[in-house]
């Protein structure tokens, strides 16, 4: 059975007249891993500091297991609510070797009792044979390694991970991902980590919040945010894809450029609506046979597949995905169809 373990309940902070999180509400359940996703300077450092215990909340309340950490007047300080951090810049001290650093918060454990807790951490993120080296002598990627074992040492309730991963390199940076996303899952530790990079929030995280100017507008499995966005904005901003114009004909049913869709339209729409249709480029099959022809304008050679950009008889561009044997060049006309298993589309306002 799920238990809530970070409740987030209307939260709103501001620095000085400047308001930065606007009466954010999400949970995250106990062994869960979230995620908040957005763009630089949207607020997503600032809620981690909330939960830390670094900005007090202006008005809602933090609570966690059940305990409150701030609102109605409680402020719990950060040494005290149990949680772990780590940093984009692994925060290591460098005077002290591998193991002190992860030994750093267990000085109320007794000796042997702290040495096995050491080892047990080293071993988990695979550091076992590092243990006397210092943080210089070590890689980007291990740093890192180390900072998460310092921070998950004293058993927190909760780790938060801020932009963990972005000193690294691409290739590093997705396998460090999933090697912490195994680990928090193998020690039952919950977390909320905050990134700017999508594919590292769907790696990574069971639930995602996608926050713009403060706001939280969705907040649901990366699955959800993908096939189901509750607004334009985080249609946009997940995966790729083209909002393109289309009208409500008669109930449930859609007419576009690409052709007319009855039964796939959601509920909510009214005959005469204008709408902008979500189409993702998995959405639009090259199809040889397909009486509609669109002109390739830009074309990305992926090695699996080519995304072509292409454009419609009226202009409007969509994007195809395309198994990379079809080859076609600029300005070819290739013929195209809908595949559509459900239809997101927005009202014009
Ligand atoms: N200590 C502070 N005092 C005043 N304003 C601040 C402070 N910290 C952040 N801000 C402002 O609050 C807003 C949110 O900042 P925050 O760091 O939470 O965003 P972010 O989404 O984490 O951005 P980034 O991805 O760039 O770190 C920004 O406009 C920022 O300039």
């Not at 995620?35 to 670094?54: E, M, N, P, Q």
């Not at 049913?253 to 909510?268: A, R, Y």
Request: charged letters at 25%; proline letters at 5%.
């Amino acid at each position: 059975m799920t238990k809530d373990l970070l409740v987030f309940e209307s939260v709103s902070h501001a620095y000085g007249e400047q308001r930065v999180i606007d009466d954010m509400r999400f949970t995250l359940q106990d062994g869960e891993i979230g995620c908040l996703l957005g763009s630089s300077g949207c607020g997503k450092t600032t809620v981690l500091r909330c939960i830390a215990g670094f900005e007090p909340v202006a008005s809602g309340a933090i609570r966690l297991g059940g305990r409150l950490l701030a609102g109605d007047g409680v402020s719990v300080p950060a040494h005290e609510r149990e949680i772990g951090m780590v940093f984009q810049d692994y925060a290591l001290f460098p005077h002290l070797n591998v193991e002190d650093n992860v030994g750093f918060g267990l000085s109320a454990l007794p000796r042997a009792e702290r040495r096995a807790r050491v080892a047990a951490m080293l071993d988990l993120v695979g550091l076992g044979a590092e243990a006397r080296r210092y943080p210089h002598e070590l890689s980007g990627g291990q740093q890192q390694r180390v900072a998460l074992a310092r921070a998950l040492a004293p058993r927190p309730r909760l780790l938060l991970l801020d932009e963990p991963f972005s000193n690294l390199d691409v290739d590093l940076r997705e396998r460090l991902g999933r090697e912490v996303r195994d680990i928090l899952k193998h020690e039952g530790v919950s977390a909320i980590l905050v990134t700017h990079d999508q594919h590292e929030a769907f790696a990574v995280a069971d639930k995602v919040g996608v926050m713009q100017g403060g706001r939280l507008l969705q907040w649901a499995t990366p699955y959800t945010l993908y096939h189901e966005p509750a607004e334009r904005f985080v249609a946009d901003f997940i995966g790729q894809g083209v909002l393109v114009p289309g009208g409500v004909t008669a109930p449930r049913c859609l007419s576009m450029e690409l052709g007319e869709f009855c039964g796939l339209l959601p509920l909510g729409f009214a005959t005469g609506d204008d709408v902008d249709v979500l189409l993702r480029p998995d959405d639009v099959v090259h199809d040889d046979a397909s009486p509609v022809q669109a002109t390739v304008v830009a074309r990305v050679f992926r090695g699996a597949d080519f995304l072509y950009t292409l454009a419609l008889p009226s202009g409007q561009r969509v994007l195809s995905q395309v198994a990379s044997h079809h080859d076609h060049a600029l300005g070819e006309p290739i013929g195209i169809r809908l595949e559509l298993d459900h239809l997101i589309a927005f009202k014009r306002q």
